[in-house]
């Protein structure tokens, strides 16, 4: 059975940092693009950032750049989320996903084949 268990949420004040881990299990994500999405209330879930199996292709959305960084442990079987300089537009759950068809360029929920059951981050001003 795959599982992706993310880690690492919680409440942080505006301007401060937090950093998700999502461990994947059940099998080995070779050649798999990972990466995270979000959801606030209200909205629909978003594209946060995606990584290549080999960490060489990244993306990012554009509320994010220069702010969050996305990196994998493939000996891990692990994908991990930086969030630095937040605010509290980022306040949503965030969900760490995997998909065979996931890619900086198809960047869709659609693309997704497997997801984790979301972390909270709250941003407080």
């Known amino acids: 059975q795959v599982q992706l268990v993310e880690s690492g949420g919680g409440l942080v004040q505006a301007g401060g940092s937090l950093r998700l881990s999502c461990a994947a299990s059940?099998?080995?994500?070779?050649?798999?693009?990972m990466g995270w999405f979000r959801q606030a209330p209200g909205k629909e879930r978003e594209f946060v950032a995606v990584i290549s199996w080999s960490g060489m292709s990244l993306a990012y959305a554009d509320s994010v750049k220069d702010r969050f960084t996305i990196s994998r442990d493939n000996a891990k079987n692990t994908v991990y989320l930086q969030m630095n300089s937040l605010n509290v537009a980022d306040t949503a759950v965030y969900y760490c996903?995997?998909?065979?068809?996931?890619?900086?360029?198809?960047?869709?929920?659609?693309?997704?084949?497997?997801w984790g059951q979301g972390t909270q981050v709250t941003v407080s001003a």
């Open positions: 059940g099998r080995k994500f070779n050649g798999y693009y």
């Open positions: 996903a995997a998909g065979g068809r996931l890619s900086t360029v198809v960047r869709t929920t659609a693309a997704v084949d497997y």
